[in-house]
Protein backbone atom coordinates (compact mmCIF):
# COMPACT_ATOMS: atom_id res chain seq x y z
CA UNK A 1 0.00 0.00 0.00
CA UNK A 2 1.16 3.48 -0.66
CA UNK A 3 2.69 5.05 2.15
CA UNK A 4 0.18 8.33 1.69
CA UNK A 5 -2.84 5.81 2.13
CA UNK A 6 -0.93 4.12 5.03
CA UNK A 7 -0.57 7.23 6.83
CA UNK A 8 -3.76 8.27 5.92
CA UNK A 9 -5.61 5.17 7.35
CA UNK A 10 -3.19 5.71 10.96
CA UNK A 11 -4.41 9.27 10.75
CA UNK A 12 -7.75 8.54 10.66
CA UNK A 13 -7.89 6.11 13.15
CA UNK A 14 -6.29 8.65 15.47
CA UNK A 15 -8.97 11.00 14.87
CA UNK A 16 -11.90 8.51 15.28
CA UNK A 17 -10.50 6.88 18.37
CA UNK A 18 -10.12 10.54 20.05
CA UNK A 19 -13.98 11.79 19.04
CA UNK A 20 -15.11 8.02 20.72
CA UNK A 21 -14.00 9.39 23.95
CA UNK A 22 -16.08 12.74 23.47
CA UNK A 23 -19.56 11.44 24.14
CA UNK A 24 -21.14 15.01 23.68
CA UNK A 25 -19.22 15.32 20.39
CA UNK A 26 -21.15 11.70 19.65
CA UNK A 27 -24.32 13.58 20.61
CA UNK A 28 -24.39 15.89 19.02
CA UNK A 29 -23.38 14.81 15.57
CA UNK A 30 -26.66 12.57 15.88
CA UNK A 31 -28.95 15.27 17.09
CA UNK A 32 -28.05 18.33 14.98
CA UNK A 33 -29.04 16.78 11.70
CA UNK A 34 -32.43 16.12 13.43
CA UNK A 35 -33.26 19.14 14.58
CA UNK A 36 -32.32 20.60 11.16
CA UNK A 37 -34.47 18.19 9.08
CA UNK A 38 -37.58 18.30 12.55
CA UNK A 39 -37.43 22.22 12.24
CA UNK A 40 -37.30 23.00 8.61
CA UNK A 41 -39.54 20.60 7.86
CA UNK A 42 -42.12 21.57 10.43
CA UNK A 43 -41.69 25.69 9.18
CA UNK A 44 -41.89 25.20 5.75
CA UNK A 45 -44.39 22.36 5.72
CA UNK A 46 -47.46 24.73 5.00
CA UNK A 47 -46.03 25.82 1.51
CA UNK A 48 -46.42 23.40 -1.07
CA UNK A 49 -45.13 25.36 -4.31
CA UNK A 50 -41.49 24.34 -2.05
CA UNK A 51 -41.48 21.22 -2.87
CA UNK A 52 -41.70 21.13 -6.61
CA UNK A 53 -42.84 18.26 -7.60
CA UNK A 54 -42.36 15.54 -4.80
CA UNK A 55 -44.60 14.23 -2.79
CA UNK A 56 -44.01 15.76 0.69
CA UNK A 57 -42.17 18.81 1.69
CA UNK A 58 -40.05 16.61 3.92
CA UNK A 59 -39.54 14.16 1.26
CA UNK A 60 -38.42 17.01 -1.16
CA UNK A 61 -36.62 18.65 2.27
CA UNK A 62 -34.31 15.06 3.86
CA UNK A 63 -31.94 14.73 0.68
CA UNK A 64 -31.21 18.77 0.71
CA UNK A 65 -30.86 18.26 4.66
CA UNK A 66 -28.25 15.82 3.96
CA UNK A 67 -26.12 18.42 1.98
CA UNK A 68 -26.51 20.82 3.84
CA UNK A 69 -25.55 19.06 6.99
CA UNK A 70 -22.72 17.69 5.44
CA UNK A 71 -21.18 20.54 3.50
CA UNK A 72 -21.52 22.54 6.85
CA UNK A 73 -19.53 19.62 8.49
CA UNK A 74 -16.90 20.15 6.06
CA UNK A 75 -16.80 23.89 6.19
CA UNK A 76 -16.16 23.30 10.60
CA UNK A 77 -13.74 20.65 9.55
CA UNK A 78 -10.90 23.00 9.88
CA UNK A 79 -10.91 23.36 13.27
CA UNK A 80 -9.59 20.02 13.92
CA UNK A 81 -6.74 21.41 12.14
CA UNK A 82 -6.31 24.34 14.12
CA UNK A 83 -6.22 22.22 17.42
CA UNK A 84 -3.61 19.86 16.43
CA UNK A 85 -1.32 23.52 14.77
CA UNK A 86 -2.09 24.59 18.61
CA UNK A 87 -0.72 21.71 19.96
CA UNK A 88 1.99 21.61 17.69
CA UNK A 89 1.30 17.94 16.71
CA UNK A 90 1.22 19.18 13.32
CA UNK A 91 4.63 20.17 13.36
CA UNK A 92 5.41 16.81 14.99
CA UNK A 93 4.39 15.38 12.22
CA UNK A 94 6.07 17.54 9.93
CA UNK A 95 9.32 17.11 11.33
CA UNK A 96 8.81 13.56 10.83
CA UNK A 97 8.54 11.89 7.33
CA UNK A 98 5.00 12.36 7.60
CA UNK A 99 3.13 12.70 4.33
CA UNK A 100 1.43 15.81 3.81
CA UNK A 101 -1.10 15.06 1.43
CA UNK A 102 -1.99 12.47 4.12
CA UNK A 103 -2.44 14.83 7.43
CA UNK A 104 -4.90 16.67 5.03
CA UNK A 105 -6.77 13.25 3.96
CA UNK A 106 -7.11 12.33 7.15
CA UNK A 107 -8.91 15.64 7.96
CA UNK A 108 -11.33 14.81 4.48
CA UNK A 109 -11.96 11.56 5.35
CA UNK A 110 -13.11 12.25 9.18
CA UNK A 111 -15.14 14.88 7.36
CA UNK A 112 -16.81 12.27 4.76
CA UNK A 113 -16.96 9.53 7.44
CA UNK A 114 -18.88 11.76 9.86
CA UNK A 115 -21.04 12.97 6.83
CA UNK A 116 -21.89 9.47 5.76
CA UNK A 117 -23.77 8.41 9.51
CA UNK A 118 -25.25 11.43 9.82
CA UNK A 119 -26.85 10.75 6.03
CA UNK A 120 -27.91 7.36 7.10
CA UNK A 121 -29.81 8.81 10.20
CA UNK A 122 -31.20 11.55 8.41
CA UNK A 123 -32.29 9.22 5.90
CA UNK A 124 -33.74 6.32 8.51
CA UNK A 125 -35.37 9.70 10.04
CA UNK A 126 -36.88 10.80 6.73
CA UNK A 127 -38.56 7.14 6.44
CA UNK A 128 -40.19 7.51 10.14
CA UNK A 129 -41.80 10.29 8.74
CA UNK A 130 -43.39 8.88 5.80
CA UNK A 131 -40.16 9.51 2.80
CA UNK A 132 -39.22 7.16 -0.02
CA UNK A 133 -36.22 6.74 -1.98
CA UNK A 134 -37.30 6.20 -4.98
CA UNK A 135 -34.20 5.81 -6.21
CA UNK A 136 -34.10 2.47 -4.09
CA UNK A 137 -30.49 0.59 -2.83
CA UNK A 138 -28.74 2.79 -5.86
CA UNK A 139 -30.39 6.01 -3.89
CA UNK A 140 -29.44 4.94 -0.95
CA UNK A 141 -25.57 4.84 -2.04
CA UNK A 142 -25.57 8.02 -4.18
CA UNK A 143 -27.32 9.43 -1.24
CA UNK A 144 -24.49 8.69 0.77
CA UNK A 145 -21.56 9.83 -1.90
CA UNK A 146 -22.92 12.60 -2.36
CA UNK A 147 -23.21 13.63 1.18
CA UNK A 148 -19.10 12.43 1.59
CA UNK A 149 -18.15 14.19 -1.25
CA UNK A 150 -19.66 17.04 -0.50
CA UNK A 151 -18.15 16.83 3.18
CA UNK A 152 -14.98 15.99 1.14
CA UNK A 153 -14.86 19.44 -1.30
CA UNK A 154 -15.31 21.63 1.66
CA UNK A 155 -13.11 20.16 4.14
CA UNK A 156 -10.39 20.57 2.14
CA UNK A 157 -10.97 24.31 1.53
CA UNK A 158 -11.20 24.86 5.30
CA UNK A 159 -8.43 22.50 5.96
CA UNK A 160 -6.58 25.25 3.51
CA UNK A 161 -7.98 28.12 5.33
CA UNK A 162 -7.05 26.57 8.64
CA UNK A 163 -2.92 26.45 7.62
CA UNK A 164 -3.48 29.62 5.79
CA UNK A 165 -5.10 31.50 8.64
CA UNK A 166 -4.35 29.71 11.82
CA UNK A 167 -6.40 31.46 13.85
CA UNK A 168 -9.40 30.00 15.53
CA UNK A 169 -11.60 33.30 15.29
CA UNK A 170 -10.24 33.65 11.11
CA UNK A 171 -11.35 29.93 11.00
CA UNK A 172 -14.81 30.87 12.37
CA UNK A 173 -15.30 33.97 10.52
CA UNK A 174 -14.53 32.32 7.09
CA UNK A 175 -16.97 29.15 8.03
CA UNK A 176 -19.67 31.57 8.42
CA UNK A 177 -19.03 33.66 5.32
CA UNK A 178 -18.71 30.75 2.93
CA UNK A 179 -21.94 28.29 5.08
CA UNK A 180 -24.71 30.17 4.79
CA UNK A 181 -24.62 32.58 1.35
CA UNK A 182 -23.66 28.94 -0.26
CA UNK A 183 -26.92 27.01 1.74
CA UNK A 184 -29.03 30.40 0.23
CA UNK A 185 -27.39 29.63 -3.56
CA UNK A 186 -28.85 26.37 -3.65
CA UNK A 187 -32.12 24.52 -3.75
CA UNK A 188 -31.69 23.52 -0.14
CA UNK A 189 -34.31 24.19 0.80
CA UNK A 190 -36.81 25.76 -2.17
CA UNK A 191 -37.05 24.39 -5.53
CA UNK A 192 -34.59 25.52 -8.60
CA UNK A 193 -37.92 26.80 -10.19
CA UNK A 194 -38.93 29.44 -7.57
CA UNK A 195 -35.72 30.80 -7.40
CA UNK A 196 -34.92 34.17 -9.00
CA UNK A 197 -33.15 33.77 -12.40
CA UNK A 198 -29.69 35.34 -11.21
CA UNK A 199 -29.64 32.59 -8.06
CA UNK A 200 -30.58 30.04 -10.46
CA UNK A 201 -27.77 30.84 -12.73
CA UNK A 202 -25.08 31.26 -9.72
CA UNK A 203 -26.85 27.76 -8.16
CA UNK A 204 -25.29 26.08 -11.60
CA UNK A 205 -21.98 26.63 -9.92
CA UNK A 206 -22.25 25.43 -6.52
CA UNK A 207 -20.53 22.33 -5.77
CA UNK A 208 -23.68 22.55 -2.75
CA UNK A 209 -26.23 22.37 -5.12
CA UNK A 210 -24.20 19.66 -7.18
CA UNK A 211 -24.48 17.48 -4.30
CA UNK A 212 -28.62 18.71 -3.67
CA UNK A 213 -28.96 17.54 -7.17
CA UNK A 214 -27.21 14.04 -6.94
CA UNK A 215 -29.32 13.47 -3.38
CA UNK A 216 -32.43 14.63 -4.78
CA UNK A 217 -32.40 12.77 -8.15
CA UNK A 218 -32.14 9.69 -6.14
CA UNK A 219 -34.95 10.17 -3.44
CA UNK A 220 -37.12 11.88 -5.06
CA UNK A 221 -36.72 10.94 -9.03
CA UNK A 222 -35.65 7.96 -8.53
CA UNK A 223 -33.47 7.91 -11.48
CA UNK A 224 -31.86 10.86 -14.10
CA UNK A 225 -28.64 8.80 -13.47
CA UNK A 226 -26.46 9.96 -16.12
CA UNK A 227 -26.70 13.73 -14.85
CA UNK A 228 -26.57 12.52 -11.29
CA UNK A 229 -23.07 10.64 -11.93
CA UNK A 230 -22.27 13.87 -13.70
CA UNK A 231 -22.59 15.97 -10.33
CA UNK A 232 -20.88 13.19 -8.69
CA UNK A 233 -17.77 13.72 -10.93
CA UNK A 234 -17.79 17.27 -10.40
CA UNK A 235 -18.05 16.90 -6.84
CA UNK A 236 -15.23 14.74 -7.27
CA UNK A 237 -12.96 17.30 -9.14
CA UNK A 238 -13.63 19.54 -7.20
CA UNK A 239 -12.67 17.32 -3.56
CA UNK A 240 -9.36 17.21 -5.78
CA UNK A 241 -8.98 20.74 -6.21
CA UNK A 242 -9.23 21.89 -2.31
CA UNK A 243 -7.32 18.58 -1.03
CA UNK A 244 -4.85 19.84 -3.10
CA UNK A 245 -4.85 23.11 -2.26
CA UNK A 246 -4.91 22.52 1.51
CA UNK A 247 -1.22 20.09 0.78
CA UNK A 248 -0.31 23.12 -1.44
CA UNK A 249 -0.90 25.80 2.09
CA UNK A 250 1.62 23.30 4.08
CA UNK A 251 3.88 25.83 2.09
CA UNK A 252 3.04 28.91 3.07
CA UNK A 253 2.61 27.73 6.94
CA UNK A 254 6.37 26.31 7.12
CA UNK A 255 7.07 29.52 5.32
CA UNK A 256 5.79 31.17 8.41
CA UNK A 257 7.39 29.20 11.30
CA UNK B 1 32.89 13.18 11.06
CA UNK B 2 30.01 15.81 12.04
CA UNK B 3 26.59 14.64 12.86
CA UNK B 4 25.46 18.31 12.41
CA UNK B 5 26.83 21.32 10.03
CA UNK B 6 25.27 24.72 10.49
CA UNK B 7 26.90 26.89 7.55
CA UNK B 8 26.36 31.10 7.59
CA UNK B 9 22.60 30.28 8.02
CA UNK B 10 20.63 33.38 7.63
CA UNK B 11 16.55 33.95 7.96
CA UNK B 12 14.56 36.60 8.43
CA UNK B 13 10.55 37.22 9.47
CA UNK B 14 8.68 40.11 8.64
CA UNK B 15 10.10 42.76 10.83
CA UNK B 16 13.25 40.25 12.70
CA UNK B 17 16.19 39.31 11.34
CA UNK B 18 16.22 35.80 13.69
CA UNK B 19 19.36 34.53 11.99
CA UNK B 20 22.35 36.38 11.02
CA UNK B 21 24.61 34.06 10.16
CA UNK B 22 24.77 31.04 12.50
CA UNK B 23 27.80 28.45 11.59
CA UNK B 24 28.95 25.60 14.24
CA UNK B 25 28.95 21.93 13.87
CA UNK B 26 28.30 19.33 16.35
CA UNK B 27 31.21 15.48 15.98
CA UNK B 28 28.80 12.47 16.25
CA UNK B 29 27.84 11.50 19.48
CA UNK B 30 28.46 15.07 21.14
CA UNK B 31 26.06 16.29 23.42
CA UNK B 32 26.10 20.38 21.49
CA UNK B 33 23.96 23.32 23.51
CA UNK B 34 23.10 26.42 22.23
CA UNK B 35 22.70 28.82 24.81
CA UNK B 36 20.87 32.28 24.41
CA UNK B 37 17.88 34.57 25.66
CA UNK B 38 14.61 34.34 24.08
CA UNK B 39 14.34 35.58 20.78
CA UNK B 40 18.07 34.83 20.32
CA UNK B 41 17.46 32.23 17.66
CA UNK B 42 18.17 29.00 18.86
CA UNK B 43 14.34 27.70 17.71
CA UNK B 44 14.60 28.75 14.15
CA UNK B 45 18.01 27.18 14.27
CA UNK B 46 16.50 23.80 15.37
CA UNK B 47 13.79 24.83 12.83
CA UNK B 48 15.64 25.21 10.41
CA UNK B 49 18.09 21.61 10.64
CA UNK B 50 14.45 19.66 11.63
CA UNK B 51 13.30 20.94 8.09
CA UNK B 52 10.44 22.50 9.78
CA UNK B 53 11.13 25.59 7.64
CA UNK B 54 13.44 26.44 5.45
CA UNK B 55 16.65 28.96 5.44
CA UNK B 56 16.83 32.19 3.79
CA UNK B 57 20.71 31.39 2.72
CA UNK B 58 23.53 29.45 4.00
CA UNK B 59 23.93 25.55 4.64
CA UNK B 60 23.29 22.95 6.46
CA UNK B 61 22.80 19.42 6.62
CA UNK B 62 21.94 16.66 9.52
CA UNK B 63 23.81 13.23 9.52
CA UNK B 64 25.56 14.07 6.11
CA UNK B 65 22.31 14.89 4.70
CA UNK B 66 21.17 18.26 3.13
CA UNK B 67 18.06 19.86 5.30
CA UNK B 68 17.03 21.88 2.29
CA UNK B 69 17.68 19.18 -0.94
CA UNK B 70 16.93 16.06 1.13
CA UNK B 71 14.41 16.92 3.59
CA UNK B 72 12.76 13.36 4.41
CA UNK B 73 16.24 11.55 4.50
CA UNK B 74 16.54 14.22 7.43
CA UNK B 75 13.86 13.67 8.98
CA UNK B 76 13.94 9.65 9.09
CA UNK B 77 17.58 10.14 11.23
CA UNK B 78 16.24 12.77 13.26
CA UNK B 79 14.32 12.82 16.68
CA UNK B 80 12.89 16.29 17.18
CA UNK B 81 11.51 17.27 20.71
CA UNK B 82 9.86 21.09 20.16
CA UNK B 83 9.78 23.78 22.55
CA UNK B 84 5.87 23.77 22.60
CA UNK B 85 4.69 19.82 23.22
CA UNK B 86 3.47 18.46 20.32
CA UNK B 87 1.39 15.20 22.59
CA UNK B 88 -2.09 14.48 21.06
CA UNK B 89 -4.03 15.42 24.61
CA UNK B 90 -6.80 12.89 23.66
CA UNK B 91 -4.34 9.96 22.73
CA UNK B 92 -2.75 8.21 25.69
CA UNK B 93 0.88 8.09 25.79
CA UNK B 94 1.34 4.64 24.18
CA UNK B 95 -0.97 5.85 21.35
CA UNK B 96 1.11 8.69 20.24
CA UNK B 97 4.52 7.24 20.56
CA UNK B 98 2.74 3.74 18.19
CA UNK B 99 1.30 6.62 15.56
CA UNK B 100 4.41 8.24 15.36
CA UNK B 101 6.63 4.94 14.90
CA UNK B 102 4.46 4.16 12.08
CA UNK B 103 4.67 7.58 10.51
CA UNK B 104 8.46 6.38 10.81
CA UNK B 105 7.39 3.10 9.20
CA UNK B 106 7.75 0.68 11.81
CA UNK B 107 4.69 -1.86 12.75
CA UNK B 108 4.23 -4.85 14.46
CA UNK B 109 6.24 -6.59 17.62
CA UNK B 110 8.87 -4.44 16.95
CA UNK B 111 7.27 -1.63 17.28
CA UNK B 112 5.37 -2.30 20.30
CA UNK B 113 8.69 -3.45 21.79
CA UNK B 114 10.71 -0.50 21.21
CA UNK B 115 7.56 1.54 22.60
CA UNK B 116 7.83 -0.58 25.67
CA UNK B 117 10.86 -0.18 26.03
CA UNK B 118 10.84 3.64 25.85
CA UNK B 119 7.66 3.82 28.31
CA UNK B 120 9.81 2.01 30.85
CA UNK B 121 13.20 4.15 30.24
CA UNK B 122 11.09 7.73 30.59
CA UNK B 123 8.75 6.25 33.56
CA UNK B 124 5.95 6.43 32.38
CA UNK B 125 5.16 3.01 31.63
CA UNK B 126 2.42 3.29 34.82
CA UNK B 127 0.43 6.16 32.63
CA UNK B 128 1.08 4.49 29.28
CA UNK B 129 -2.54 3.81 29.00
CA UNK B 130 -4.23 6.67 29.96
CA UNK B 131 -5.52 9.95 28.16
CA UNK B 132 -2.18 12.52 28.09
CA UNK B 133 -4.79 15.16 29.09
CA UNK B 134 -4.17 13.82 32.56
CA UNK B 135 -0.54 14.05 32.31
CA UNK B 136 1.62 16.43 34.77
CA UNK B 137 4.21 19.21 32.60
CA UNK B 138 7.10 16.86 33.71
CA UNK B 139 4.95 13.79 32.08
CA UNK B 140 4.15 15.34 28.59
CA UNK B 141 7.64 16.38 28.80
CA UNK B 142 9.01 12.84 29.46
CA UNK B 143 6.47 11.96 26.46
CA UNK B 144 7.25 14.21 24.14
CA UNK B 145 11.17 12.60 24.45
CA UNK B 146 9.94 9.21 23.95
CA UNK B 147 7.96 10.30 21.16
CA UNK B 148 11.01 11.73 19.42
CA UNK B 149 13.50 8.45 20.35
CA UNK B 150 10.40 5.70 18.75
CA UNK B 151 12.53 5.09 15.48
CA UNK B 152 16.25 5.06 16.87
CA UNK B 153 17.08 8.39 15.53
CA UNK B 154 20.81 9.69 15.47
CA UNK B 155 20.53 13.23 16.10
CA UNK B 156 18.60 14.41 18.52
CA UNK B 157 16.65 17.83 19.12
CA UNK B 158 16.20 18.89 22.65
CA UNK B 159 14.34 22.87 22.28
CA UNK B 160 14.51 23.99 25.75
CA UNK B 161 13.50 20.52 27.29
CA UNK B 162 13.10 22.06 30.61
CA UNK B 163 11.19 25.52 30.18
CA UNK B 164 8.37 25.00 32.14
CA UNK B 165 8.85 22.73 34.82
CA UNK B 166 9.35 22.97 38.26
CA UNK B 167 12.93 22.15 39.92
CA UNK B 168 12.28 18.88 40.68
CA UNK B 169 11.29 18.05 37.60
CA UNK B 170 14.21 19.91 35.98
CA UNK B 171 16.45 18.27 37.29
CA UNK B 172 14.67 14.86 36.71
CA UNK B 173 14.87 15.10 32.96
CA UNK B 174 18.69 16.31 33.14
CA UNK B 175 19.86 12.85 34.19
CA UNK B 176 16.86 11.65 32.10
CA UNK B 177 19.17 13.47 29.54
CA UNK B 178 22.28 12.19 30.35
CA UNK B 179 21.48 8.41 30.70
CA UNK B 180 20.18 8.34 27.21
CA UNK B 181 22.16 10.12 25.73
CA UNK B 182 24.92 7.22 26.80
CA UNK B 183 21.98 4.31 26.64
CA UNK B 184 21.03 5.51 22.69
CA UNK B 185 24.23 6.52 21.72
CA UNK B 186 22.83 9.73 20.39
CA UNK B 187 24.45 13.21 19.19
CA UNK B 188 22.32 15.73 21.06
CA UNK B 189 22.01 19.03 20.15
CA UNK B 190 20.23 21.44 22.93
CA UNK B 191 19.36 24.79 23.56
CA UNK B 192 18.26 26.00 26.71
CA UNK B 193 18.33 29.64 28.57
CA UNK B 194 19.49 28.05 31.31
CA UNK B 195 22.94 28.34 31.65
CA UNK B 196 23.46 25.72 34.83
CA UNK B 197 21.79 23.21 32.28
CA UNK B 198 24.37 24.29 29.36
CA UNK B 199 26.64 23.64 32.03
CA UNK B 200 25.81 20.28 33.09
CA UNK B 201 25.22 18.49 30.37
CA UNK B 202 26.49 19.47 26.95
CA UNK B 203 30.28 18.62 26.10
CA UNK B 204 30.23 22.05 24.01
CA UNK B 205 28.42 25.19 24.41
CA UNK B 206 27.94 27.58 21.50
CA UNK B 207 26.57 31.18 23.11
CA UNK B 208 23.62 33.04 20.93
CA UNK B 209 23.02 36.68 20.73
CA UNK B 210 20.86 38.33 18.17
CA UNK B 211 20.93 35.81 15.65
CA UNK B 212 24.71 35.23 15.86
CA UNK B 213 26.94 32.61 17.26
CA UNK B 214 29.16 34.74 19.59
CA UNK B 215 31.46 31.98 21.13
CA UNK B 216 31.76 28.24 21.00
CA UNK B 217 34.01 25.81 22.61
CA UNK B 218 33.25 23.47 26.37
CA UNK B 219 32.59 25.63 29.15
CA UNK B 220 35.80 24.56 31.02
CA UNK B 221 37.71 26.63 27.72
CA UNK B 222 34.91 29.39 27.78
CA UNK B 223 35.41 29.85 31.37
CA UNK B 224 39.42 29.56 30.79
CA UNK B 225 39.12 32.07 28.63
CA UNK B 226 38.42 34.60 31.13
CA UNK B 227 41.14 34.82 33.03
CA UNK B 228 41.14 35.51 36.84
CA UNK B 229 38.34 35.19 38.79
CA UNK B 230 34.68 36.66 39.77
CA UNK B 231 34.71 38.81 43.19
CA UNK B 232 31.13 38.81 44.84
CA UNK B 233 30.43 41.53 47.65
CA UNK B 234 27.17 41.43 49.32
CA UNK B 235 26.26 44.51 51.34
CA UNK B 236 24.89 45.33 54.06
CA UNK B 237 22.76 48.48 54.16
CA UNK B 238 22.06 49.83 50.60
CA UNK B 239 19.33 52.48 50.27
CA UNK B 240 19.03 51.52 46.52
CA UNK B 241 22.86 52.91 46.70
CA UNK B 242 24.05 49.35 44.90
CA UNK B 243 24.75 51.27 41.23
CA UNK B 244 27.25 53.46 43.34
CA UNK B 245 29.05 51.21 45.28
CA UNK B 246 29.48 49.14 41.77
CA UNK B 247 30.82 52.74 40.22
CA UNK B 248 33.36 52.79 43.51
CA UNK B 249 34.67 49.12 42.38
CA UNK B 250 34.68 50.22 39.30
CA UNK B 251 37.08 53.22 39.67
CA UNK B 252 39.54 50.44 40.74
CA UNK B 253 42.68 49.49 38.16
CA UNK B 254 42.30 45.42 38.62
CA UNK B 255 38.50 45.49 38.32
CA UNK B 256 36.49 44.65 35.25
CA UNK B 257 33.19 43.98 33.75
CA UNK B 258 31.06 45.32 37.20
CA UNK B 259 27.90 44.18 37.13
CA UNK B 260 24.86 44.65 39.77
CA UNK B 261 22.56 42.01 41.27
CA UNK B 262 20.39 42.41 44.04
CA UNK B 263 22.47 43.18 46.93
CA UNK B 264 25.42 41.88 45.27
CA UNK B 265 28.02 43.84 43.10
CA UNK B 266 30.12 41.39 41.09
CA UNK B 267 33.81 41.98 38.93
CA UNK B 268 36.16 40.42 37.34
CA UNK B 269 39.68 40.42 38.42
CA UNK B 270 43.08 39.26 37.39
CA UNK B 271 43.60 37.68 41.03
CA UNK B 272 41.06 37.35 44.01
CA UNK B 273 43.84 37.41 47.05
CA UNK B 274 44.94 40.77 45.63
CA UNK B 275 42.05 42.13 44.78
CA UNK B 276 39.82 41.97 47.53
CA UNK B 277 41.78 44.26 49.85
CA UNK B 278 41.85 47.26 47.34
CA UNK B 279 37.86 46.26 46.88
CA UNK B 280 37.18 46.27 50.53
CA UNK B 281 38.87 49.37 51.44
CA UNK B 282 37.68 51.37 48.75
CA UNK B 283 34.22 50.74 49.53
CA UNK B 284 34.97 51.16 53.07
CA UNK B 285 36.49 54.57 52.33
CA UNK B 286 32.76 55.88 50.45
CA UNK B 287 30.90 54.24 53.43
CA UNK B 288 29.54 50.85 52.08
CA UNK B 289 29.17 48.42 54.84
CA UNK B 290 30.17 45.10 53.07
CA UNK B 291 28.10 41.60 54.83
CA UNK B 292 30.43 39.21 52.69
CA UNK B 293 33.48 38.59 50.03
CA UNK B 294 33.53 35.24 47.78
CA UNK B 295 35.43 34.69 45.04
CA UNK B 296 34.92 32.24 42.19
CA UNK B 297 36.19 30.75 39.06
CA UNK B 298 34.37 32.40 36.06
CA UNK B 299 30.70 30.80 35.23
CA UNK B 300 29.40 30.35 32.32
CA UNK B 301 27.73 33.50 33.37
CA UNK B 302 30.79 35.79 33.14
CA UNK B 303 31.36 34.11 29.95
CA UNK B 304 28.02 35.24 28.58
CA UNK B 305 28.60 39.00 30.32
CA UNK B 306 32.25 39.02 28.48
CA UNK B 307 31.15 38.19 25.02
CA UNK B 308 27.86 39.75 24.78
CA UNK B 309 28.71 42.87 26.55
CA UNK B 310 25.05 41.61 28.24
CA UNK B 311 23.36 40.56 31.03
CA UNK B 312 21.98 37.42 30.71
CA UNK B 313 18.78 38.17 32.23
CA UNK B 314 18.63 42.37 31.11
CA UNK B 315 18.87 40.60 27.26
CA UNK B 316 16.33 38.24 28.43
CA UNK B 317 13.72 41.18 29.59
CA UNK B 318 14.56 43.28 26.27
CA UNK B 319 13.56 40.27 24.14
CA UNK B 320 9.85 39.84 25.65
CA UNK B 321 7.79 40.54 22.01
CA UNK B 322 8.54 37.09 20.65
CA UNK B 323 8.94 37.02 17.30
CA UNK B 324 6.15 35.61 14.70
CA UNK B 325 4.75 32.13 14.43
CA UNK B 326 1.98 31.94 16.89
CA UNK B 327 3.70 33.30 19.96
CA UNK B 328 6.66 30.77 19.92
Avoid at chain 2, 2 to 24: C, H, N, P
Wanted: aromatic residues 6%; neutral net charge; glycine residues 10%.
Amino acid sequence: MPQVLRHTGWMVVRQARNLMREPIWIAMMVIQPMIWLLLYGQLFSKVPSLRSGAGTYIEFLTPGIVCMNAFFGGTWSGMAMINDLDRHVVDRFLAAPASRLAIVLSQVARAGITAVIQALILLLVGLALGVRVHGGVLGWLVVCTASALLAMVFSGFSNGVALLLRREASMIATANFVGLPLMFLSSILLGAALMPGWIRQISRFNPVNWGVNAARNAVVTGGDWGPTGVFLLLLLAATAATCAFATWTFRAYQRSI
Amino acid sequence: MDAIVAEDLAKRYKTVQALDGVSFSVRDGEVFALLGPNGAGKSTTVRVLTTLTQPDSGHASVAGEDVVRHPNRVRRTIGYVAQDSGVDWEATGRENMLLQGRIHGMAGAPLRQRVDELLELVGLDDAADRVARGYSGGMKRRLDIAIGLVHKPKVLFLDEPTTGLDPEARAAMWVEVERLAEQENLTILLTTHYLEEADRLAERVAIVSRGKIVVEGTPEDLKAGLHGESVTVELEETDGRVPEAAAVVQELATASEVSVEGHHVRARVPNGAQAIPAILSALDGHGFPVASVTTARPSLDDVYLHYTGREFAVEDEENKPQPPGRGR
